[in-house]
Nanobody
C-alpha cells in the first residue's frame, strides 16, 4: 500500500518560515519524481516545486528564491523549506509522486496559513 504523509504545516506570521516533510512508503522512492503542489480556497491546484530522481529541481515563479525543495532517498522523505512566507502562500500543500508508467500518488495535504 502506497502512502504519502505530509507534515509540518501550521500557522505562521508573514516573513516567517516553515519546513514541510513528505514521508513515502510502498514505493521505490528514489526512482520517483516528487513534487509539492498547493491549493488555495477557490483556486486550482498548482505546482510549487518538483525534484527528479536525479535531483534536478524546478519552481513556480512565485516561490523562486524563497522555497527550497530537497529529498533524502535513504529515508524516503521529501522536504520543502519555505522562507519569507507571504499571505498568498496560504493553501493546503500536497505531496505527489510520479513515475510513468506507474500510477500517480498524492498525499492527504497539510494546511499552511500565513497571517498576522
Amino acid at each position: 500500500q502506497v502512502q504519502l504523509v505530509e507534515s509540518g504545516g501550521g500557522l505562521v506570521q508573514p516573513g516567517g518560515s516553515l519546513r514541510l516533510s513528505c514521508a513515502a512508503s510502498g514505493i521505490i522512492f528514489s526512482i520517483y519524481t516528487m513534487g509539492w503542489y498547493r491549493q488555495a480556497p477557490g483556486k486550482q491546484r498548482e505546482l510549487v516545486a518538483a525534484i527528479t530522481s536525479g535531483g534536478s529541481t524546478n519552481y513556480a515563479d512565485s516561490v523562486k528564491g524563497r522555497f527550497t525543495i530537497s529529498r533524502d532517498n535513504a529515508n524516503n522523505t521529501m522536504y520543502l523549506q519555505m522562507n519569507s512566507l507571504k499571505p498568498e502562500d496560504t493553501a493546503v500543500y500536497y505531496c505527489r509522486a510520479e513515475r510513468r508508467p506507474y500510477p500517480l500518488y498524492w498525499g492527504q495535504g497539510t494546511q499552511v496559513t500565513v497571517s498576522s
